[in-house]
């Protein structure tokens, strides 16, 4: 965090870095729950308003820093929602299924309850091996009833068919359905297609200086901004955020970002707009955290 964000409000969008950091600091975003072994665990999330990069930490007072085999990673925001996967195991062994313990955290409410944050174990699908990009996050707001579904979606081993494993945290339960394409080109419906645009001006515009810049995202409150790393090499633990306003042609910020793990060629970070009511102590950046 940083000491200009703590009066303002909380971001509208933020850029997450989905990769969690080991450490025990705790603040008004922490949720506390079990794992499948029967240990506390403790999840804080830590926003910054973009180009600033957000982060999250995950804790247990009943184990170790090293009973945390790989790095524990957001795969999907939703609303106040966030799916985290955890692994819990030796070094080196989070690519087993029953190594990884699957969490939902639910951000603190803001109505006149003050309903504080929640984090649920997720149980295991029967039969069903949880791969990270096939899994995702359905909110269902309604009078009777507030609830979220984890909806995992594989493919059934048959040309056109996928089986689409639903967790329902109302009933607690996991269910099964086959999904079947009529044909080949309703596949079509079901990508995303992009294009990249490019704009001439005759002004001079600022030169990323690292050979390894670009993953771009996009905010997802302020229309026509996009967020662009810059970095010099692979292995930097500083890079420089700049976000770039496409439809006006300007430089609207710039950020330095820490991590103390090198990057790589992962995909760094990505936009999130999800209701987090957050009370940041101190700032995460300036300690030293695992992973």
Partial sequence: MHPDDLADPPPASILLDPRGYIDDITTATTAEGVTSGGKRIKVTFWTAH????????????????????????????????????????????????????????QAAGDDENKRPPSLDLIPRAPGRVFVDEDAGLLRCRARARDMYFVAVL??????????????????????????????????????YSSKEEVAETKEQLPTLKGFYSGYPALSLHDGGVVYIMDRHNLDDTKVTM????????????????YSPRRL????????????????????????????
């Fill in 50 to 105: 973009p180009p600033r990069c957000s982060c999250f930490t995950v804790h247990s007072p009943d184990l170790e820093s090293s009973a945390f085999g790989g790095i524990p990673v957001v795969l999907s925001t939703e609303d106040d929602l966030a799916l985290l996967r955890v692994p819990i195991c030796p070094l080196g062994d989070d690519g087993v299924a029953c190594n990884n313990d699957h969490f939902v955290y």
């Fill in 154 to 191: 594989c493919w059934a081993y048959r040309v056109g068919q996928y089986k689409l494993h639903l967790y329902s945290s109302r009933t607690e339960t996991w269910s099964t359905r086959l999904m079947c394409l009529a044909s080949a080109e309703e596949k079509l419906l079901y990508t």
């Fill in 242 to 257: 700049v976000a770039v306003d496409m439809r006006k042609q300007t430089l609207k910020g710039v950020a330095d970002c």
């Fill in 264 to 291: 790589g060629y992962s995909s760094v970070y990505f936009g999130s707009k999800w209701y987090l009511q957050t009370s940041p102590q101190q700032d995460i950046h300036q300690r030293e955290c695992c992973y």
